[in-house]
């Protein structure tokens, strides 16, 4: 017998995609993973403006994430024109992304996420039962606004970053009125962890090649040089487009991605994102989010996409715990920038969105003008691991109604948190 499954919109993802799935003889015969929101085409606006303007500019292709794509743009053109942030800079610039970090992972697990796993529609109906549970992610989503507000001027699209680090720093004592909501969220995303570990997991692992950033002292988020993956091959940063390859497919508007390890490799589906980075650099977790993890029952690697909901509750964990820290031992620098001069050169840098890894490259010329820029989401490099999800998990499920089937499938999307509208910026 044939069979079709279609959702035209999906709910409870950023921006406008659908699915489209066969099954034709107890075989699943097709998977597409369509994301058709409108293309946007951010580098073509780039080119020819000033480079000082590209983290404002690009900060506006998501409002989920704009701290990501400001600091990413901002490294990468600094690493242009052979300048590098010190130490205080590199230090506020990581207390913002973890503002980001736990609005954006308290949004997706007690609002995005969570209904699946409970038989939910919504947030707002789960509320009826769980309403403690929704007010602690909403407080704690409210806190990370509040943090991002703080250092980058609003909660979404901030004017305070630049080339060169902030327009102002903050007082100490500004930062310190914080502490105690931090305290608060800390404590709620430990209990974050616990609730949601004890949620039942479809049993599901994927084979694809995991990759994130790394860094030799910290778990990775604002910064490092390397990425990691799971065939034991590290890239460069500089090299990321030597082996991120990107084509398109007539069912998005998004480029997609696979993995170039050696030059004579095809191409593989990769995976980027909270399972990747802790599979990768678990052993650099701070000491409470280590411990949750462990409470949690997780083992690197962890290949079982409808645990991504743990991992970023332990990395909310992270995120607390690491401002808490940045700002207990905040000093407030000399100037909140550097002298960033114009040079004619190329520059990339990666961070870790919370979505994934995150790729910005500018070329400028002498006079400060982008000729080329190139940007790679998370979600873009996402979509083909997404499909072979949708493909697997629809395998293994085919003795269910087809109604409680199409709702897996969405939840299996809905495991890597996709930001349809950064994927076709």
Same mark, same amino acid.
């Given at each position: 017998?044939?069979?079709?499954?279609?959702?035209?919109?999906?709910?409870?993802?950023?921006?406008? /995609?659908?699915?489209?799935?066969?099954?034709?003889?107890?075989?699943?015969?097709?998977?597409?993973? +369509?994301?058709?929101?409108?293309?946007?085409?951010?580098?073509?606006?780039?080119?020819?403006?000033?480079?000082?303007?590209?983290?404002?500019?690009?900060?506006?292709?998501?409002? =989920?994430?704009?701290?990501?794509?400001?600091?990413? %743009?901002?490294?990468?053109?600094?690493?242009? !024109?052979?300048?590098?942030?010190?130490?205080? =800079?590199?230090?506020?610039?990581?207390?913002?992304?973890?503002?980001?970090? =736990?609005?954006?992972?308290?949004?997706?697990?007690?609002?995005?996420?969570?209904?699946?796993?409970?038989?939910?529609?919504?947030?707002? *109906?789960?509320?009826?039962?769980?309403?403690?549970?929704?007010?602690?992610?909403?407080?704690?989503?409210?806190?990370?606004?509040?943090?991002?507000?703080?250092?980058?001027?609003?909660?979404?699209?901030?004017?305070?970053?630049?080339? /060169?680090?902030?327009?102002?720093?903050?007082?100490? %004592?500004?930062?310190?009125?914080?502490?105690?909501?931090?305290?608060?969220?800390? $404590?709620?995303?430990?209990?974050?962890?616990?609730?949601?570990?004890?949620?039942?997991?479809?049993?599901?692992?994927?084979?694809?090649? &995991?990759?994130?950033?790394?860094?030799?002292?910290?778990?990775?988020?604002?910064?490092?040089?390397?990425?990691?993956?799971?065939?034991?091959?590290?890239?460069?940063?500089?090299? @990321?487009?030597?082996?991120? =390859?990107?084509?398109?497919?007539?069912?998005?508007?998004?480029?997609?991605?696979?993995?170039?390890?050696?030059?004579?490799? *095809?191409?593989?589906?990769? $995976?980027?994102?909270?399972?990747?980075?802790?599979?990768?650099?678990?052993?650099?977790?701070?000491?409470?989010?280590?411990?949750?993890?462990?409470?949690? +029952?997780?083992?690197?690697?962890?290949?079982?996409?409808?645990?991504?909901?743990?991992?970023?509750?332990?990395?909310?964990?992270?995120?607390?715990?690491?401002?808490?820290?940045?700002?207990?031992?905040?000093?407030?620098?000399?100037?909140?920038?550097?002298?960033?001069?114009?040079? &004619? +050169?190329?520059?990339?840098? !990666?961070?870790?969105?919370?979505? /994934?890894?995150? @790729?910005?490259?500018?070329?400028?010329?002498?006079?400060?003008?982008?000729?080329?820029?190139?940007?790679?989401?998370?979600?873009?490099?996402?979509?083909?691991?997404?499909?072979?999800?949708?493909?697997?998990?629809?395998?293994?499920?085919?003795?269910?109604?087809?109604?409680?089937?199409?709702?897996?499938?969405?939840?299996?999307?809905?495991?890597?948190?996709? !930001?349809?509208? !950064? %994927?076709?910026?």
């Amino acid at each position: 017998m044939k069979h079709r499954i279609k959702v035209d919109a999906l709910s409870r993802v950023e921006g406008e /995609g659908s699915l489209r799935l066969e099954i034709d003889d107890d075989q699943v015969r097709r998977v597409r993973f +369509g994301l058709y929101e409108p293309a946007r085409f951010f580098e073509g606006v780039l080119q020819g403006r000033d480079f000082r303007e590209a983290p404002d500019i690009t900060a506006r292709i998501c409002g =989920i994430c704009p701290v990501a794509h400001q600091i990413t %743009s901002a490294r990468a053109l600094e690493q242009a !024109c052979g300048v590098e942030a010190d130490p205080a =800079i590199a230090d506020l610039r990581r207390l913002i992304y973890c503002g980001q970090w =736990i609005e954006s992972h308290a949004l997706h697990i007690f609002m995005l996420h969570a209904p699946d796993f409970l038989g939910y529609a919504d947030a707002l *109906s789960m509320a009826g039962q769980h309403r403690a549970l929704v007010e602690a992610g909403l407080t704690t989503k409210k806190t990370g606004n509040a943090l991002v507000a703080l250092l980058g001027g609003r909660e979404i699209h901030p004017i305070n970053q630049r080339v /060169g680090g902030f327009y102002r720093a903050p007082a100490p %004592s500004e930062l310190a009125v914080l502490l105690p909501d931090l305290e608060k969220a800390l $404590q709620a995303s430990l209990a974050a962890v616990d609730w949601v570990a004890g949620f039942a997991f479809p049993d599901y692992e994927g084979g694809e090649v &995991q990759m994130a950033l790394a860094h030799p002292q910290m778990y990775a988020i604002d910064r490092g040089r390397v990425l990691k993956t799971s065939a034991g091959v590290e890239i460069a940063v500089d090299d @990321f487009e030597s082996h991120v =390859i990107e084509d398109q497919a007539a069912h998005s508007t998004a480029l997609r991605a696979v993995l170039k390890l050696k030059p004579e490799d *095809s191409g593989l589906t990769y $995976q980027v994102g909270p399972l990747a980075r802790y599979s990768l650099n678990h052993a650099q977790l701070t000491p409470l989010a280590a411990k949750a993890a462990e409470r949690a +029952g997780l083992r690197p690697p962890c290949r079982n996409p409808f645990k991504s909901i743990v991992v970023r509750a332990v990395e909310l964990v992270l995120a607390c715990e690491e401002a808490l820290r940045l700002i207990k031992a905040y000093q407030q620098p000399q100037a909140a920038s550097f002298a960033v001069p114009a040079s &004619q +050169g190329r520059g990339a840098a !990666c961070t870790e969105a919370p979505r /994934g890894t995150l @790729f910005h490259s500018y070329e400028i010329n002498g006079r400060g003008l982008i000729k080329r820029a190139n940007i790679v989401t998370p979600t873009s490099q996402n979509q083909r691991a997404i499909e072979n999800d949708l493909g697997g998990v629809a395998a293994r499920n085919l003795d269910i109604p087809l109604d409680e089937l199409r709702r897996l499938c969405e939840q299996t999307i809905r495991n890597y948190d996709p !930001c349809i509208s !950064c %994927s076709t910026h």
